[in-house]
Nanobody, 132 residues
Framework: QAQLVESGGGVFQPGESLRLSCKVS????????VGWFRQAPGKDREGISC??????????YYSDDVKGRFLISRDNVKNEMYLIMNGLVPEDTAVYFC???????????????????????WGQGTQVTVSS
């Protein structure tokens, strides 16, 4: 069974940085589009950064809230994806999820995840708390 496992969450102070990792098993990440999502208390899940493979190129998306602070990457050899989070603010407090969908199935999953959630493989989430 396909599995994504996040790690790297915890409690951080404003201004700090961290790296979330997502280990993928049972499928080859190279054939998948990937993304990071978060869900804050009382809010809907939102897509914050996604990579969509398109004719040999990779389109990278960042939400306005994280653009310029977060960096998504992937290592298809290790079968892992990452999210570097810089300049943390309390509003970054949320459960963070990694996700993947086979390339070509959906457009940018950061945008389409709500309607097509069942087509996406999700991790179980890792809590990130930003507090002074």
């Amino acid at each position: 069974q396909a599995q994504l496992v996040e790690s790297g969450g915890g409690v951080f102070q404003p201004g700090e940085s961290l790296r979330l990792s997502c280990k993928v098993s049972q499928f080859a990440l190279i054939y998948y589009d990937v993304g990071w999502f978060r869900q804050a208390p009382g809010k809907d899940r939102e897509g914050i950064s996604c990579m969509t493979q398109n004719d040999g190129l990779e389109d990278v998306y960042y939400s306005d809230d994280v653009k310029g602070r977060f960096l998504i990457s992937r290592d298809n050899v290790k079968n892992e994806m990452y999210l570097i989070m810089n300049g943390l603010v309390p509003e970054d407090t949320a459960v963070y999820f990694c996700a993947a969908v086979a390339t070509g199935v959906l457009p940018n999953i950061c945008v389409s995840h709500t309607e097509y959630s069942d087509l996406i493989v999700w991790g179980q989430g890792t809590q990130v708390t930003v507090s002074s």
